[in-house]
């Protein structure tokens, strides 16, 4: 069949508009956003103030460390079956249903829309889970309640497809939430909008009548189920919304923007990512004038923000997996790269250090039991936690010259440098602007008593903004973990000369 002229014209224009928006999409989270210069009036855009300053955002702020939990039907096979991996037809553990190619079982989908019948997780212990977050410091937790398969981890009266039609048939929300709010960790649900075997659930925008009114039913089906949540599990803080990149979602900004002031009217303090809703023209995670919609940047997943200024000041957290990618239960770890501890404790500072917070998944195994992996990690983060938990904790950014020897956060008169990189002179250097009023007059190591011998080192070079003060790591102490200097800044009193500049 031969392609006219026209229809290779229309051809070309749509891939290289979709390639425009690949990279749009990109451009989203590999550098800083600049805000859009001309303000549009928008109908559908940011609801929500930048940096709320209500209790439940100023917790967020604060919290640091989080746990996100991937569990449901997908834990079941682990991401393979009968011996056959699915690494190479599924994009990921929790995307298992859609497992595809040659290496996928036959009548797959069939067989995995019936693992409900032997979902039975008899060493599942929501007080065992919550005890080992609370171990590993975590200040809240991510629990999917539904994910894109559309199975209900609680009995919801809203689908057959849940929890109570299995053996195990308890509310495993509700066990979860109790759970980990008893060990004083804020719970955050997970929801996926999209759901692959809901008949009414589109990809893409309705147009026909009979696929808007299809549509509007699963929209319904989607307000009843998160208003249930919030009735069933009020001591939750917020929605962590996942799903909602398929053209039908983004074509209902209306009512997105109407279920996003309904469920924040009936749970006061909700907290709610930018990753639900788009404004009337599709923009998703910032509207069309820039703004945050949301009450934080819920888009660095598997990513951390390169810079500061990246974040223009919102709120943000970063979701990321153990190993390369896979959320839900993978039985086999082997020949993929797993995140070490240190790994995980740098993208941790990293985030604290411009005003994030790092949530670390777990995916439990269709029994209920962690990966061994998982419990390894939780135990050596938790160690660490121990000591230097008061660097990560309730932090901000430092306004400070990029240190190489690892991250900065402060806390009132306190300035934190965890150290990953130790200098071989065991000289930590700190560059201080020259303008700064606070400056650094004691300094010590978390975990250890003894005061470290500071010396101002106003090195003079020509036109340099800062001066500098060395703190002085005993040669004795030699951890095998990162460490953290906890330094204190004062008034500044040392005066730094005023040299004659150099003349070239
Ligand atoms: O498709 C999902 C994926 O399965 C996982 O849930 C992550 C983590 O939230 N979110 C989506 C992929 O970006």
Same mark, same amino acid.
């Given at each position: 069949?031969?392609?006219?002229?026209?229809?290779?014209?229309?051809?070309?224009?749509?891939?290289?508009?979709?390639?425009?928006?690949?990279?749009?999409?990109?451009?989203?989270?590999?550098?800083?956003?600049?805000?859009?210069?001309?303000?549009?009036?928008?109908?559908?855009?940011?609801?929500?103030?930048? $940096?709320?300053?209500?209790?439940?955002?100023?917790?967020?702020?604060a919290?640091?460390?989080?746990?996100?939990?991937?569990?449901?039907?997908?834990? &079941?096979?682990g991401?393979?079956?009968?011996?056959?991996?699915?690494?190479? *037809?599924?994009?990921?553990?929790?995307?298992?249903?859609?497992?595809?190619?040659?290496?996928a079982?036959?009548?797959?989908?069939?067989?995995? /829309?019936?693992?409900?019948?032997?979902?039975n997780?008899?060493?599942?212990?929501?007080?065992?889970?919550?005890?080992?977050?609370?171990?590993?410091?975590?200040k809240?937790?991510?629990?999917?309640?539904? @994910?894109?398969?559309?199975?209900?981890?609680?009995?919801?009266?809203?689908?057959?497809? #849940?929890?109570?039609?299995?053996?195990?048939?308890?509310? &495993?929300?509700?066990e979860?939430?109790?759970a980990?709010?008893?060990?004083?960790?804020?719970?955050?649900?997970?929801?996926?909008?999209?759901?692959? #075997?809901?008949? /009414?659930?589109? $990809?893409?925008?309705?147009?026909?009548?009979?696929e808007?009114?299809?549509?509007n039913?699963?929209?319904?089906?989607?307000? #009843?189920?998160?208003?249930?949540?919030?009735? $069933?599990?009020?001591?939750?803080?917020?929605?962590?919304?996942d *799903?909602?990149?398929?053209?039908?979602?983004?074509?209902?900004?209306?009512?997105?923007?109407?279920?996003?002031?309904?469920?924040?009217?009936? @749970?006061? *303090?909700?907290?709610?990512?930018?990753?639900?809703? #788009?404004?009337?023209?599709?923009?998703?995670?910032?509207?069309?004038?820039?703004?945050?919609?949301?009450d934080?940047?819920?888009?660095?997943?598997?990513?951390?923000?390169?810079?500061?200024?990246?974040? $223009?000041?919102?709120?943000?957290?970063?979701?990321?997996?153990?190993?390369?990618?896979?959320w839900?239960?993978?039985?086999?770890w082997?020949?993929?790269?797993?995140?070490?501890t240190? /790994?995980?404790?740098?993208m941790?500072?990293?985030s604290?250090?411009?005003?994030?917070?790092?949530?670390?998944?777990?995916g439990?195994?269709g029994?209920?039991?962690? @990966?061994?992996?998982?419990?390894?990690?939780?135990?050596?983060?938790?160690?660490?936690?121990?000591?230097?938990?008061?660097?990560?904790?309730?932090?901000?950014?430092? /306004?400070?010259?990029?240190?190489?020897? *690892?991250?900065?956060?402060?806390?009132?008169?306190?300035?934190?440098?965890?150290?990953?990189?130790?200098? &071989?002179?065991?000289?930590?250097?700190?560059?201080?602007?020259?303008?700064?009023?606070?400056?650094?007059?004691?300094?010590?190591?978390?975990?250890?008593?003894?005061?470290?011998? &500071?010396?101002?080192?106003?090195?003079g070079?020509?036109?340099?903004?800062n001066?500098?003060?060395?703190?002085?790591?005993?040669?004795?102490?030699?951890?095998?973990?990162?460490?953290?200097?906890?330094?204190?800044?004062?008034?500044?009193?040392?005066?730094?000369?005023?040299?004659?500049?150099?003349?070239?």
């Amino acid at each position: 069949m031969r392609i006219t002229t026209n229809q290779l014209r229309f051809i070309t224009a749509t891939l290289i508009c979709q390639l425009l928006l690949a990279g749009a999409v990109q451009a989203q989270w590999t550098e800083k956003k600049e805000k859009p210069t001309a303000h549009i009036a928008l109908k559908y855009g940011s609801i929500t103030p930048k $940096n709320r300053q209500d209790k439940a955002m100023k917790d967020f702020r604060a919290y640091g460390l989080g746990q996100f939990i991937h569990w449901g039907i997908y834990a &079941i096979p682990g991401n393979e079956w009968e011996g056959v991996s699915a690494r190479k *037809g599924a994009a990921a553990s929790e995307w298992i249903r859609a497992w595809r190619g040659p290496t996928a079982p036959k009548d797959w989908t069939t067989t995995y /829309d019936n693992l409900y019948k032997q979902f039975n997780p008899v060493a599942f212990k929501a007080s065992k889970w919550a005890s080992q977050a609370k171990q590993m410091g975590a200040k809240y937790m991510i629990f999917t309640t539904k @994910h894109h398969d559309g199975f209900a981890l609680w009995p919801t009266k809203y689908s057959s497809y #849940n929890i109570s039609a299995t053996p195990y048939k308890k509310d &495993i929300v509700k066990e979860v939430v109790d759970a980990y709010t008893a060990e004083g960790i804020d719970v955050f649900l997970y929801f996926s909008i999209l759901e692959w #075997n809901n008949p /009414d659930y589109l $990809n893409k925008a309705p147009e026909t009548p009979a696929e808007k009114e299809k549509f509007n039913t699963f929209l319904t089906y989607t307000k #009843n189920q998160l208003l249930e949540l919030l009735k $069933n599990y009020p001591q939750i803080k917020g929605f962590w919304f996942d *799903g909602t990149w398929d053209k039908s979602w983004i074509s209902a900004s209306e009512f997105t923007y109407n279920l996003e002031k309904e469920l924040r009217e009936v @749970h006061p *303090g909700l907290i709610i990512g930018s990753r639900f809703r #788009n404004d009337e023209f599709g923009k998703r995670h910032f509207d069309s004038n820039g703004e945050l919609l949301g009450d934080y940047e819920q888009g660095w997943e598997r990513k951390l923000p390169g810079d500061y200024t990246w974040l $223009n000041g919102n709120d943000w957290d970063a979701v990321m997996t153990i190993p390369p990618n896979g959320w839900g239960y993978m039985k086999d770890w082997s020949g993929v790269y797993i995140k070490t501890t240190e /790994d995980i404790l740098a993208m941790l500072m990293q985030s604290v250090s411009m005003n994030g917070n790092f949530v670390l998944n777990f995916g439990p195994d269709g029994l209920g039991n962690m @990966h061994p992996g998982e419990d390894l990690l939780a135990k050596e983060i938790g160690d660490w936690m121990k000591t230097n938990s008061e660097a990560v904790y309730g932090v901000r950014h430092a /306004d400070l010259p990029e240190t190489k020897l *690892g991250y900065y956060t402060e806390k009132e008169e306190y300035l934190y440098l965890t150290v990953f990189n130790r200098p &071989i002179n065991n000289i930590a250097r700190i560059a201080i602007p020259k303008k700064a009023t606070q400056v650094p007059v004691e300094a010590q190591i978390l975990g250890q008593v003894q005061s470290l011998q &500071i010396t101002h080192a106003d090195i003079g070079l020509d036109l340099d903004k800062n001066t500098y003060y060395d703190i002085k790591i005993p040669a004795s102490f030699n951890p095998s973990k990162p460490f953290v200097l906890k330094i204190k800044r004062e008034q500044a009193v040392t005066k730094t000369d005023k040299l004659m500049d150099a003349k070239m």
